[in-house]
């Protein structure tokens, strides 16, 4: 997410605020709440059961502390300080050091959707009841929520293993009056936006500040929000093939239920539904004419839609199981067990999960604009669009039509095939060697959304380009392509003479983000 973040427009997104107030137990949260708080300002409160359980937990990290019991990250020092004891009149300095010294990441900061999410995520996982935090800590974190009061939190520094320490540590700062955020739309102390907002900061008390820094919820609220985006793009992409498929006049057969029951991927049937719909009654597709006559089969772009798009839709169905999990998981260390009187020092802070999922998100939504990609060669190439003018333009020569926009497009789908790489792949050792293993899964998730924001500029460039070539066509579309083709237009003039066309791109990735698009698509 170096650079602006290409999602940062989604801050404005549809979602209706919900009648009633979502209730987090740290056991049942659904991606849909985390959409709900992260673009909608939907309120959230602490189930009973939730402070039932915190309590006890608190109670158990207190008992120890009174004690003098050696517990990580309570009575003793983190990572490689491990084995150095602190003294009781030091622990809450201990705490506000952790946050304040872990304060350390760079680059462009996440963008408000995004740390809605994170707060949401990590107070969902204290409320578990295994983190020894206080009640009251926690209902602040979701005051700061109610109010907008929101951390102004560098997107990198995050290696993704003793959680997403950097950017929840930016997180806590501001709750205890430290930091920087954006309040009423502008960026302040973090002691002044408190102050503003009314809410009293917080004084960390024994475990508190381990309790917040430690987890994946940087790296799962990227990701959350991009997995929520890829499921829409899927119905998109397929619409863009089946507009495309006209504009070419291709074959029906390769979607036919018949050839998809012989294969039964889930994803791919479900592809080849939508463009079946999207195609019905349309007067262009299985059309034989001067332009078609002996053509027997279409390009692997067109008639391998479902096949490609259907693998794409899998692997997001894989990804989503996974984030629904993590999103109702306990991921600090240690874990306070307070039924057995124990506290449990192991890795669920260990990003691994998370960070397979986000880079097999990536590859899956790469792939979408790669197929688009090429759709888009064949509607602007005469010697593949049978019958169409190149470039999609009159009077071709003196001007030079849609030529670029595939231009722009392969660029894109270059780009993501850096972005590709698996960050997940790699490790460096932090912590004098004591932390020798990490998942980068935070980088995994900035780039799937990367990925995510270049693959629907492509698909906003194959759209404009179909929506071109069925302008030119003059014959009966199928009724979804039609509605499409009505819905672009309707932002989007036809294309009669040269003219910028960042505008144009941009207009149909509004209608993406806004939702305003999805409307026009069959279900």
């Known amino acids: 997410m170096s650079g602006r973040d290409p999602r940062d427009a989604r801050n404005t997104i549809e979602i209706t605020m919900p009648s009633r107030k979502i209730s987090i137990d740290g056991n049942s949260l659904r991606i849909e709440d985390v959409i709900a708080v992260a673009r909608g300002n939907a309120a959230v409160v602490l189930s009973s059961a939730a402070k039932e359980r915190m309590q006890t937990s608190r109670a158990w990290v207190e008992k120890n502390v009174r004690d003098h019991s050696v517990v990580y990250g309570v009575t003793t020092g983190f990572g490689a300080f491990q084995n150095v004891s602190i003294a009781p009149q030091k622990l809450k300095e201990l705490q506000r050091n952790l946050i304040v010294s872990h304060c350390s990441g760079v680059g462009e900061p996440f963008p408000e959707d995004v740390v809605r999410a994170m707060m949401l995520l990590r107070a969902n996982a204290l409320a578990k009841g295994f983190s020894g935090i206080r009640v009251s800590t926690v209902e602040t974190l979701l005051s700061m929520l109610k109010k907008r009061v929101h951390p102004v939190i560098p997107s990198q520094g995050s290696v993704g293993a003793s959680g997403d320490l950097a950017p929840l540590s930016h997180m806590a700062a501001v709750l205890i009056g430290e930091g920087e955020a954006i309040y009423r739309g502008k960026r302040m102390p973090g002691a002044k936006a408190m102050k503003d907002a009314g809410i009293r900061p917080v004084v960390l008390e024994a475990k508190e500040g381990l309790s917040l820094n430690n987890g994946t919820q940087a ?70 004419d001067d332009d078609t006559r002996g053509k027997v089969q279409d390009s692997y772009c067109i008639r391998c839609v479902p096949q490609v798009h259907g693998a794409s839709r899998d692997a997001i169905v894989h990804v989503r199981k996974v984030l629904k999990r993590e999103i109702n998981s306990a991921t600090d260390n240690p874990l306070i067990v307070g039924s057995l009187d124990k506290a449990f020092s192991a890795g669920n802070f260990h990003g691994q999960p998370v960070a397979l999922a986000m880079d097999y998100l990536g590859l899956a939504i790469a792939e979408l604009g790669n197929i688009s990609e090429r759709r888009t060669a064949k509607l602007l190439d005469r010697n593949h669009n049978f ?99 009505a819905a672009i237009r309707a932002n989007v003039p036809s294309h009669q003479e040269d003219r910028a066309l960042t505008g144009d791109i941009e207009a149909v990735v509004g209608m993406i983000r806004s939702g305003e698009i999805f409307k026009s698509i069959p279900s």
């Open 219 to 288: 790296m799962t609220a990227v990701g959350v929000l991009a997995l929520h985006d890829a499921e829409r793009l899927c119905a998109l992409a397929d619409a863009a093939a089946a507009m495309s498929l006209e504009c070419v006049k291709g074959k029906s057969n390769p979607f036919a239920p018949a050839v998809h029951a012989l294969r039964p991927h889930p994803g791919q049937a479900i592809s080849a539904r939508v463009i079946r719909k999207m195609i019905k009654g349309s007067r262009l597709v299985d059309r034989v």
């Open 387 to 485: 019958g169409l003018p190149h470039f999609l333009t009159v009077d071709g020569g003196v001007h030079t039509g849609l030529m670029i926009l595939q231009y722009t497009a392969a660029s894109l789908v270059s780009e993501n095939k850096v972005l590709m790489h698996p960050a997940s792949g790699d490790s460096i050792p932090t912590s004098a060697n004591q932390e020798d293993h990490v998942s980068m899964g935070t980088i995994s998730a900035r780039h799937a959304a990367r990925i995510l924001g270049n693959a629907e500029h492509i698909l906003a460039i194959e759209l404009l380009c179909s929506a071109q070539g069925i302008d030119f066509r003059r014959t009966t579309c199928g009724s979804g392509t039609a509605s499409v083709h």
